[in-house]
């Protein structure tokens, strides 16, 4: 079944059907498994299989973006998992986010099949990358990274190889680090605008052609200002791992991290109103609804 430029994909959710799109429109054969397979994968030229060891025996190169850890627990050691189908030589790019101890341990146990697994993040949201404004980031031994570039540059085209195996990881934490408070600064500058008595949709048009604008002012503004925060592909509820990992590799660098800590806190209080399903713009209520007369947040949650 396999082609020589066949790559095998695990998980064709968010971020992994963009993946599929990109490389099946350059023209690569893409052989792929997921849980819940969407059809447009097959309509698109993509060839679905029953399981991930279908997948590590009929690819070299494996690309793999799987919601969180209990996923990876059951793709890569299930039954007719990925570590049961890895041959000698072959590679596993992990562009899932999980903590890099837990990357760490899977990387051991593709090792003891011979194959190598490499530490890969995206950054970006599926539209982004679709895009083509998203990233990879890449990390671990030099000529399996480099191998991976060509594909990795079909999906995106700025393509980083960061160095030593879990720099990938920890880039992923300093780039939401800074998509926290980007975010958290749009949403108090959209809530000053309204109590000064701008009209939402016009003030999120003028910031976003400001000085002061960015990336995550430019795409949630429009959020705030209609307050469309439910049927996000980017929720609250999947950026809450960064809150609680962001923090630990500051505390691995000794390095302070004051605007994050009040972002986080602002975040937090979404949450535990259980707005996790929200769009992560919904941070722009939490700080509507609080008073100038209200103490600051207690950084660090």
Known sequence: MAKLDAIGLIGIGNIGSVIAEKLLKSGRTVIGYSKLMPPEFAKTGGTPVA????????ASLILSCLPDEAAAQEVYYGSDGLLSGLRPGGTVLDLASYPLAFKRDLAGAVE????TLLD???????DMLRAG?????LSGELQNCERCLPACRLVAEETFNLGPFGAATK?????????????AAAAEAMALGVKAGFEPQLLARVLSKGSGSSKFLVSRAPLMASRRFKGSRG????????????????DQAECATPLFDAARSCFEIAL???????????????IEAMKRTEPPLPWGG
């Open 120 to 126: 890969g993040e995206v950054s970006g949201t599926p």
């Open 272 to 286: 535990r109103q259980e707005r996790g399903e929200e769009d992560i713009a919904v941070v722009f209520e939490v």
């Open 51 to 58: 399981s991930p060891k279908v997948v590590a025996s009929a």
């Open 171 to 183: 880039m992923k934490l300093i780039n939401n680090l800074l998509s926290a408070v980007h975010t």
């Open 235 to 250: 929720p609250l509820k999947l950026f809450a791992k960064y809150l609680k990992h962001i923090p630990e590799l500051a």
């Open 112 to 115: 003891a099949t011979g194959a």
């Open 133 to 137: 404004s998203g990233s990879i980031f």
